[in-house]
């Protein structure tokens, strides 16, 4: 279902990439080369961007998801946002301008724009299509999600009766 021109949220055209911290770097790299991430970029010892198999890149605690936004001016709206970022220009691979919201249990939810595109690469045969998450449920924290950017809830997965990870898809 195409989202009407003057839906309020953000409009997303899919996941750029997600941003995990980790105090053991060396741990972390090795989680995620085995999990079939190829290494994009480096920025000194303590900055990886990660990359699997779609023509996205990738960044190495969980630290936010990013997504890319469209036209311009949906990135200039998502700024007026109270607690946004300004935009400014992203220093990671593909470039472009980002802003930075902040959700209600302060997870950061980056939105890109302009950013270049490479190649895909051949995913390994044992990787499944990814999956966005979040460890939110539908509560007040999935409802900011929902309301804010154009995401839309595909299942959520309860533990001892409590709403624990919510998994959303953009909806176009």
Not at 32 to 44: E, K
Not at 108 to 134: C, D, M, S
Request: no cysteine; proline share 8%.
């Amino acid at each position: 279902m195409t989202i009407p021109e003057g839906d309020p949220r953000i409009r997303l055209l899919r996941t750029s990439h997600v941003v995990y911290y980790h105090p053991d770097i060396l741990k972390a790299i090795t989680f995620l080369q085995d999990f079939g991430l190829g290494t994009a970029s480096r920025h000194g010892d303590d900055e990886i961007f990660f990359r699997g198999y779609g023509p996205t890149h990738g960044v190495s605690r969980f630290g936010g998801a990013a997504y890319l936004v469209e036209p311009h001016s949906k990135l200039a709206r998502a700024a007026t946002i109270p607690g946004a970022s300004p935009i400014h220009a992203l220093d990671a691979p593909g470039g472009g301008e980002i802003v930075t919201l902040t959700d209600p249990v302060g997870h950061q939810v980056h939105l890109i724009w302009g950013e270049r595109e490479t190649a895909a690469a051949t995913p390994p045969p044992h990787v499944a299509k990814p999956v966005v998450n979040f460890e939110d449920s539908k509560s007040a924290r999935g409802h900011w999600y929902t309301s804010t950017l154009a995401l839309a809830i595909s299942d959520i997965v309860d533990v001892g009766g409590k709403a624990t990870i919510a998994f959303f898809h953009i909806d176009r």
